[in-house]
């Protein structure tokens, strides 16, 4: 028993060493939340890769395991639905289309294909109208980036010999755009106390004035 808990404990040192401890793994989107992207590319991609637009919808979520139903449009117009499950547990991502939300620079999780993925950095940028705490890596063709709080890839850029694809969010209901740099509600309530101390300002002279 002792001899199995000493290699247990030297395993864990060795993998701390390599830096490839798994983050806790989180998830941050729930059923009914969706995202659109606008997607380009250049060259000659294969067939099913020449993408111009596509949507992501949360269709269930369980425990790890999220349904995704994903609409994908090309070149010629056709669209094509399809329902796909993702395992964050597995590491079961399709694309890395969601992983753990709330990861920190340095932060590992695990892609089934691409083996353990780190966050190499976390900064603010915007997308679908807001300025969102992001966090990104880069692997052998791909830079991801994915919102912190829900774990939901923003943008992508994948370039190949003989291609390259862009996808960026457009739209979606799991934020709000931002007016002039505020939330909207922030922005609304900021209008209507304007409007209210002009509305005071006006009576407060008017009032002078007759007097």
Same mark, same amino acid.
């Given at each position: 028993?002792?001899?199995?808990?000493?290699?247990?404990?030297?395993?864990?040192?060795?993998?701390?060493?390599?830096?490839?401890?798994?983050?806790?793994?989180?998830?941050?989107?729930?059923?009914?939340?969706?995202?659109?992207?606008?997607?380009?590319?250049?060259?000659?991609?294969?067939?099913?890769?020449?993408?111009?637009?596509?949507?992501?919808?949360?269709?269930?979520?369980?425990?790890?395991?999220?349904? %995704?139903?994903?609409?994908?449009? #090309?070149?010629?117009?056709?669209?094509? +639905?399809? *329902? !796909?499950?993702?395992?964050? /547990?597995?590491?079961?991502?399709?694309?890395?289309?969601?992983?753990?939300?709330? %990861?920190?620079?340095?932060?590992? #999780?695990?892609?089934?294909?691409?083996? +353990?993925? *780190? !966050?190499?950095?976390?900064? /603010?940028?915007?997308?679908?109208?807001?300025?969102?705490?992001?966090?990104?890596?880069?692997?052998?063709?791909?830079?991801?980036?994915?919102?912190?709080?829900?774990?939901?890839?923003?943008?992508?850029?994948? /370039?190949?010999?003989?291609?390259?694809?862009?996808?960026?969010?457009?739209?979606?209901?799991?934020?709000?755009?931002?007016?002039?740099?505020?939330?909207?509600?922030?922005?609304?309530?900021?209008?209507?106390?304007?409007?209210?101390?002009?509305?005071?300002?006006?009576?407060?002279?008017?009032?002078?004035?007759?007097?």
């Amino acid at each position: 028993m002792d001899r199995k808990l000493g290699l247990i404990i030297a395993l864990l040192i060795v993998l701390i060493g390599a830096g490839v401890v798994l983050a806790e793994i989180l998830v941050g989107v729930k059923k009914g939340d969706w995202i659109e992207y606008q997607v380009t590319f250049t060259g000659t991609p294969p067939l099913g890769h020449d993408i111009t637009w596509a949507r992501m919808e949360i269709v269930d979520v369980q425990g790890k395991a999220i349904d %995704l139903g994903i609409t994908t449009q #090309f070149s010629n117009g056709t669209l094509l +639905n399809e *329902t !796909i499950t993702l395992n964050l /547990e597995t590491g079961k991502l399709g694309d890395d289309f969601v992983i753990p939300a709330n %990861l920190n620079k340095g932060d590992a #999780f695990l892609d089934k294909y691409q083996g +353990n993925i *780190t !966050i190499s950095a976390v900064e /603010e940028r915007t997308y679908a109208g807001a300025t969102r705490t992001v966090m990104s890596a880069v692997t052998a063709q791909s830079t991801y980036y994915w919102d912190k709080a829900t774990g939901v890839l923003v943008e992508g850029i994948s /370039e190949f010999p003989d291609y390259t694809i862009h996808s960026i969010a457009d739209k979606t209901n799991m934020w709000q755009p931002q007016i002039f740099g505020l939330e909207p509600m922030v922005f609304y309530v900021l209008l209507i106390l304007a409007a209210t101390a002009i509305v005071v300002v006006i009576a407060f002279f008017a009032v002078r004035r007759k007097k």
